[in-house]
């Protein structure tokens, strides 16, 4: 199982990104994808979740509002959009599929910084 995060950078408050997560050597339709975020010394948090059907989406109550989570089953992609981005989103964002395993992506860095 490989999960690979990409989309991550460099951005100035206020901006945008769209995060990626493409998934393989899973049934990717019995997943549900999540992301989360962690900052050094602190616990890693969670974003976003989604199920499928794509009708079962759950967010941070913090975070509702600016992220929105998608998933493309057809690709194994999962997607984080992240509007009005903050200094305080900077963190390495990381995606994981869970079912009756758990699996973890290597995480890409999104940092905020004017």
């Known amino acids: 199982v490989q999960l690979v995060e990409s989309g991550g950078g460099l951005v100035q408050p206020g901006e945008s990104l769209r995060l990626s997560c493409a998934a393989s050597?899973?049934?990717?339709?019995?997943?549900?994808m999540s992301w989360h975020r962690q900052v050094p010394g602190k616990e890693r948090e969670f974003i976003a979740a989604?199920?499928?059907?794509?009708?079962?989406?759950y967010y941070s109550d913090s975070l509702k509002g600016r992220f929105t989570i998608s998933r493309d089953n057809a690709k194994n992609m999962v997607f984080l959009q992240m509007n009005s981005l903050k200094p305080e989103d900077t963190a390495v964002y990381y995606c994981?599929?869970?079912?009756?395993?758990?699996?973890w992506g290597q995480g890409t860095q999104v940092t905020v910084s004017p």
């Open positions: 989604i199920g499928n059907p794509v009708t079962s989406i």
């Open positions: 994981k599929a869970t079912s009756r395993s758990k699996y």
């Open positions: 050597g899973l049934t990717f339709s019995s997943y549900v």
